[in-house]
Every structure is written in C-alpha cells, then in structure tokens.
T-cell receptor, first 110, second 123 residues
C-alpha cells in the first residue's frame, strides 16, 4: 500500500487535457516538494516535474504540476499518443525519512 | 554522453548475495548524490538507498536496512549496491539514479536514470 495515492488509470483523447491526482498527508506532500516521473513501456523512469511545478529542460510545457495542501496534480494538455505511459508522483516523507512514490497511474490515449 | 549503466544483475538463490554496479559517465560523478531505486515486476517504484556525493552519509529504506549496503568509488565513477540474504521479495529491476542536487543537500528528485538491471531471486 503506497503512502501516496494515485488513481490506477486515466485516459483521454488526442488534444484533450487530462489531470492525474496524487493524495498524501502532512508528512509528505503537505510539507515537501512533489516530483512526477513518466515511465514509457519497457523503459526507465524519466523526471517530468520537480520541485512541484518545475520542468527539466526538454520537457514540453504541455506538462505542468501543482499542489494544494496534501494533494498534488499533474496536468497534461494537448494530449498526444506518445504520452501513453505510467506516471508516478513522489515526495519525501518526514515520518519515514525517505522518499515515497505513488502507486502509479497508467495513462491511455484513446 | 551523460549516462548511467547498471550491471551485475541475474538469477540468484534465496539467501545468497549479489553486488550491483552502476558506471557513470559524462558528468562530475563525485559531485552528485546518488540513489538506488527498484521496481518489482509489474509493480511501482520503490526507493532503496542514498549515498552522499562524498560517501560520508547513507540512508536506507526500512525494507532493506541491515541487508543492503550502498557505496561508491569516486575514482572509478562507480556506484555499488551490495545485497545480502536475498529474498523473493527482492526480485526487481534495480535502477541507479542521480539526485538533482550536488554537495551536502539532498533534493530527493532523480534527474538521470540508468536502464536498470534485473535481479531475480529463485531456487
């Protein structure tokens, strides 16, 4: 059971905007930055969003992150077929003294 | 080319040991804090261990504390994970990952990942 809770699946059609939620607590999301990772099928994870809302160079501005209280969200606008992947949120947990990942959300582009 | 390449995985019997390596290239390895992250087949990601840039501090997930040891050799640009008393639940792809931070401050964001090495515990 993950400390951070994500919906197991999400879907959208090309061009649509989708959001993926990540619910935590005061010891993780509530007090620390949130990161998002994208894992394409059969590949290693890739950092998509760090420090809650920052994009590494090379990540399109279609991807954005936000946080409110103990929940965070990843938004993908202008959905493309190549966005079909697993998405993981992560945050340091003060109680566990280590980073925790959400269970992952499988995004399907219909 | 900036990259991390893991090696050392394979099939191991329960109770045996294995040492994973991660060769870094294309960046100043000695300046970065490094992690191991694992992913069981069909499952999500699990952070395993952290070592500071200079090797002076290490942190472990509770699930591997006392069983795994992370280390590094900055002269060889290589990260290691010594895994002892292996159990079936240790079966996973093991990734080495670079923290976005350099020096004595950990950001817990992983901006560079290797392709991973599969460790399978089976009798």
């Amino acid at each position: 059971q993950s400390v951070l809770t994500q919906p197991p699946s999400a879907s959208g059609t090309p061009g649509q905007r989708v959001t993926i939620s990540c619910s935590g607590s005061s010891s993780n999301i509530g007090s620390n930055a949130v990161n998002w990772y994208q894992q394409l099928p059969g590949t290693a994870p890739k950092l998509l969003i760090y420090y809650t809302n920052q994009r590494p160079s090379g990540v399109p501005d279609r991807f954005s992150g936000s946080k409110s209280g103990t929940s965070a969200s990843l938004a993908i606008s202008g959905l493309q077929s190549e966005d079909e992947a697993d998405y993981y949120c992560a945050a340091f947990d003060d109680s566990l003294n280590g980073p925790e990942f959400g269970g992952g959300t499988k995004l399907t582009v219909l | 080319q900036v990259q991390l390449v893991e090696s050392g995985g394979g099939v191991v019997q329960p109770g045996r040991s294995l040492r994973l390596s991660c060769a870094a290239s294309g960046f100043s390895f000695k300046s970065y804090n490094m992690h191991w992250v694992r992913q069981a087949p069909g499952k999500g990601l699990e952070w395993v261990a952290l070592i500071w840039y200079d090797g002076t501090n290490r942190n472990y997930a509770d699930s591997v504390k006392g069983q795994f040891t992370i280390s590094r050799d900055n002269s060889k640009n290589t990260l290691y994970l010594q895994m002892n008393s292996l159990r079936s639940e240790d079966t996973a792809v093991y990734y080495c990952a670079r923290d976005v931070s350099m020096g004595p401050y950990i950001r817990w964001s992983f901006d560079l990942w290797g392709r991973g090495t599969l460790v399978r515990i089976s009798s």
